[in-house]
């Protein structure tokens, strides 16, 4: 699919069918995720691919809006192995890791597959309930299937701003 195509028809999908996604896509998916830039190439992301149902059910525990995807990968980082920026205000960990998060949404579409970006959810809670490492923090929860038949994107999707609103040339 055309790079254009792909992010002009990519939407949230908030209901899934059973489909499972298959292997190769999965890998290339995640594969566009591990290509991602990083600053300073700490490439601190952790992705964490949940299939089973016991993962599942821990997911659907702290938040209501898994939209019944067959599988959720789960994308965090190491914050022991950021980068500080000047200032020392902020480091790249959430910048990176939303990075790492945008490719493999765009990849998935490309490949075909429907994602959500699922963020109502408290990232310690699930952290615990997944048992990540302490020094993981859980930037966001991805849905990725199938959409059920009669899916398609919320009436607003295609409602955009115009770039002057958004946009400032100084």
Aim: proline content about 5%; hydrophobic content about 40%; overall charge negative.
């Amino acid at each position: 699919m055309e790079f254009k195509e792909v992010i002009k028809n990519r939407y949230s999908c908030k209901k899934y069918s059973d489909k499972t996604v298959e292997e190769g896509k999965l890998q290339a998916i995640l594969e566009a995720g591990r290509l991602a830039p990083t600053a300073k190439n700490l490439q601190e992301q952790r992705v964490y691919v949940l299939k089973s149902e016991e993962a599942l059910a821990k997911i659907d525990k702290v938040t209501p809006c898994r939209y019944g995807a067959p599988m959720v990968l789960v994308v965090a980082f190491d914050k022991t192995n950021v980068y500080t920026y000047p200032g020392e205000k902020r480091t790249s960990g959430v910048e990176d890791a939303t990075i790492v998060a945008t490719h493999m949404i765009l990849a998935a579409a490309d490949e075909g597959v429907d994602s959500c970006w699922l963020n109502r959810l408290d990232p310690d809670e699930l952290a615990r309930e997944l048992g990540l490492p302490e020094n993981e923090e859980i930037l966001m929860v991805m849905d990725l299937g199938y959409a059920a038949e009669g899916a398609g994107p919320l009436a607003n999707h295609f409602s955009r701003k115009p770039l002057a609103e958004t946009v400032s040339y100084l």
